[in-house]
């Protein structure tokens, strides 16, 4: 008999070591959709190079207009997703205060939004899994799993975010952030 799927969605994907020399190597992934059919992913630490303005030439303010963009993955990337939270959004379709929107259209309302605990980013391309690929890659033990939030999702856009995910999970995590970039270095 077949176990049931355990749903990543609203958990981050953290490069367990092993990916020196590829796209993710590094990086930590935000898990927005997962099923059967397979999985829907956003890089959180590879900064863009363009400006959210130059992507999406529609009404916001400069704040947001001048942002860069994330690249949320090595997949169709000139595809636009848009995270955004609030305080006051308790059911997101990512996890609880969190929403993915992939609509450009919808960033206008959001940038304008006058609540001060609005957070929005903006991520060219994404991270795509065929149905039981993720399910191989994990057992491969080419994945650590932990829990999402919305502080870690919205924090660090840098590879740096990696070594300090890692450094707050326990000792033998610490020892992996702190060890050099390809592990047969060592």
């Not at 953290?14 to 927005?32: E, Q, R």
């Not at 000139?78 to 379709?93: P, R, T």
Request: glycine share 10%; charged share 20%; net charge negative.
């Amino acid at each position: 008999m077949r176990e049931k799927l355990q749903s990543l969605r609203g958990h981050l994907l953290l490069d367990a070591g092993g990916m020196y020399g590829s796209c993710f190597h590094h990086t930590v992934i935000l898990m927005c959709q997962h099923s059967p059919g397979g999985a829907f992913g956003l890089v959180l630490n590879q900064p863009g190079d363009k400006r959210v303005g130059d992507v999406l030439p529609i009404d916001m303010p400069p704040s947001v207009k001048n942002r860069r963009t994330r690249s949320g993955g090595p997949v169709d990337e000139s595809s636009v997703h848009i995270l955004h939270s609030d305080a006051f959004m308790f059911q997101g379709n990512v996890m609880n205060n969190l929403s993915l929107v992939q609509d450009p259209g919808e960033l206008s309302d959001l940038a304008n939004s006058v609540n001060p605990d609005h957070q929005i980013e903006v991520f060219l391309g994404y991270s795509g899994w065929g149905a039981g690929q993720l399910e191989s890659e994990l057992e491969r033990k080419s994945w650590l799993v932990c829990k999402a939030t919305t502080e870690l999702v919205f924090s660090n856009p840098e590879e740096a975010a990696w070594r300090e995910i890692l450094r707050g999970l326990d000792w033998q995590h610490r020892l992996l952030a702190d060890g050099p970039d390809d592990l047969s270095w060592n």
